[in-house]
């Protein structure tokens, strides 16, 4: 069994009960909007999902839910944070838009520098699509995110962008794809990106955990990583349990059913503060990587 590595962010999250949580439009596949949604059962199971990833050893922030804004439970897609400074995500949907600003305020209420992505004029970018991995950020070039935006992220943060083409309409955010686990090992869901985004995720990461479009569709890779545990949706294909066990990770599943119906799972619900883009930073010279494995 392989040392883990863990990634050097994943202890500090922003989250947002979901009080206002509904589905009043569909802006992806899982979206129904004659499916009714179980508030009370909602709100428990994100309460059973806060406390789940204190447990294991995290802080959670909180932010109020504004009215109209059903969909702000998905905090992730707020922006990226490096540092105390935050790229503002730039929604490609009118409808999430509101969430944008008042995130935009959260952050400078406790002291954080933006930057507003839609400043630059160049399309949408939601940070639902960017992970730091390795040596750089990985960026989705797909249904949420321009990849015009990508050269404004290399410059505003001053890091070094891997672009991953993001093809698959229900696995629409990389989160739904890409889920890193510690320096060298990462779920990967191939069937969401095309030829290009699969050769760059292959010689990004060493060591993949590969899952099918199945497996994908249960948001296993949709998970949170602290340290050594991995906070999953209910209903993780065994496979990829016993995977995660065998490389010396402790899984543990919350069901979070009732907000998928919304599109979104748990890392979905959970943005990390205290990611620090550092290893991307174009001013150091990129580490030695290990010959990927093809995906």
């Known amino acids: 069994m392989t040392e883990i590595r863990p990634l050097s962010w994943g202890r500090r999250y922003l989250m947002c009960r979901p009080e206002h949580f509904r589905v009043d439009y569909a802006i992806n596949p899982w979206m129904d909007v004659d499916a009714p949604v179980d508030p009370d059962l909602a709100l428990g199971q994100w309460d059973d999902l806060a406390a789940t990833i ?6 959670v922030e909180r932010i109020s839910q504004l009215p109209g804004t059903p969909d702000m439970v998905y905090a992730m897609n707020y922006g990226l944070v490096d540092g105390d400074h935050v790229a503002i ?7 999430r838009r509101p969430e944008a600003e008042a995130a935009e305020w959260w952050f400078g209420e406790t002291g954080m520098r933006t930057t507003r992505v839609a400043d630059a004029g160049v399309g949408a970018f939601e940070a639902g699509d ?3 991995f390795g040596d750089s950020l990985v960026v ?3 249904p949420r995110t321009d990849r015009a935006t990508h050269a404004v992220l290399g410059r505003e943060l001053g890091v070094r962008v891997a672009s991953v083409g993001v093809v698959h309409p229900a696995l629409y955010h990389l989160d739904l794809s890409f889920c890193p686990l510690d320096e060298t090992r990462a779920i990967v869901a191939p069937a969401a990106w095309d030829r290009a985004g699969r050769a760059t995720v292959a010689a990004l990461v060493p060591d993949p955990l590969v899952i ?7 948001f296993c890779a949709n998970s949170v990583v602290i340290g050594d545990v991995v906070v999953m949706p209910a209903g993780v294909p065994a496979r990829v349990a016993r995977r995660l066990e065998a490389w010396g990770f402790s899984v543990q599943t919350v069901d979070v059913s009732e907000l998928h119906k919304g599109g979104g799972s748990i890392r979905c619900m ?4 205290d990611t620090v883009l550092d290893d991307a930073r174009l001013t150091v010279e990129p580490r030695p990587r290990e010959q990927g494995v093809p995906v």
């Open 140 to 142: 989705a070039d797909g």
């Open 270 to 273: 959970t943005l990390p503060l």
């Open 89 to 95: 995500t730039s929604f490609r949907h009118d409808q």
């Open 212 to 218: 099918d479009e199945d497996e994908a569709f249960t």
């Open 54 to 59: 204190e447990r294991a050893g995290a802080a």
């Open 130 to 132: 960017a992970f730091l």
